[in-house]
């Protein structure tokens, strides 16, 4: 399947999706406290998508059970909503979310801390996951690769310590959640597929306190850090325009 880019009206489209899930993350984001479940969180979700007139998105992809991802601590992406996971002062939790309107998808992560006693070396990961995503993002122009994505944001996550994931990857978005191409969080500039006018990329850097390597729990979902170490995600769906690169997920 080729890379598959979109015309200003769909561009158009897809900030309209992606807007209703910037809303819901901005919603979820406030309810964010010790002593709240994921599902907490997850039921919120549901209903505010609903609200705003969307479908979500990852609810029954390959069998996900849920319209959230939240993904606690070692967890770094597609931990499973649930009644019994109570948020703690001082865990991290990461809240991805993706819905689809009039056909076109939209799908945005951030990570939240919960409570104030959140150790400094936890904020410093948050800060520097954000910020890679956005060196990722200013590489996200016409006539560059992948591979200069990749690089940015690995190379100020690496010059500040932490590691990258190599196993999960961002990716082309449109009219299905997933499409070509894998857009990672590592590579060499000027390698990879070249990015043309039209090109809508998810960019979500997945970022580990201490080793890359990871592993899936029994869940067949979860994926955690090999050394428990903590990890965070943000995520952006960003278009390639001749003005540069637009955050359709803002
Ligand atoms: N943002 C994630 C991704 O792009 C979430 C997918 S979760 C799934 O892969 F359940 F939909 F698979
Ligand atoms: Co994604």
Redo the contacts with the bound molecule.
């Keep these: 399947m080729a890379i598959v880019c979109k015309s200003a009206a769909e561009i158009e489209k897809m900030r309209q999706s992606g807007r209703i899930v910037r809303q819901v993350l901005d919603h979820v984001k406030g309810l964010v406290a010790p002593g709240v479940t994921t599902m907490d969180l997850e039921r919120t979700a549901e209903q505010k998508i609903k609200d705003l007139g969307a479908k979500p998105?990852?609810k029954g992809?390959?069998d996900?059970p849920c319209v959230l991802?939240t993904s606690v601590n070692e967890e770094i992406?597609?931990g499973i909503p649930s009644e019994t996971r109570s948020l703690k002062a001082g865990d991290i939790v990461s809240i991805?979310c993706?819905v689809v309107l009039e056909g076109y998808y939209g799908?945005a992560?951030i990570t939240v801390p919960v409570g104030e006693a959140v150790k400094p070396e936890f904020r410093k990961l948050l800060e520097v996951t954000e910020q890679s995503l956005y060196r990722g993002i200013e590489q996200a122009r016409i006539g560059n690769t992948v591979g200069d994505v990749g690089a940015a944001v690995q190379e100020l996550v690496e010059a500040n310590g932490f590691s990258v994931v190599r196993e999960f990857v961002g990716?082309g978005i449109g009219t299905r959640?997933?499409e070509e191409p894998q857009v990672p969080n590592f590579g060499a500039r000027g390698h990879g597929a070249r990015l043309r006018e039209g090109m809508v990329l998810?960019i979500?850097p997945m970022v580990n306190c201490g080793k890359p390597e990871t592993r899936v729990l029994g869940d067949k979902w979860t994926a955690v850090t090999a050394d428990g170490s903590f990890s965070a995600h943000f995520?952006h769906c960003v278009a390639v325009t001749k003005d540069g690169p637009v955050i359709l997920t803002q």
Excluded: I, P, R, T
């Design positions: 998105a990852f992809y390959y996900y991802c992406v597609h991805d993706g799908d992560a990716h959640l997933h998810a979500e995520e």
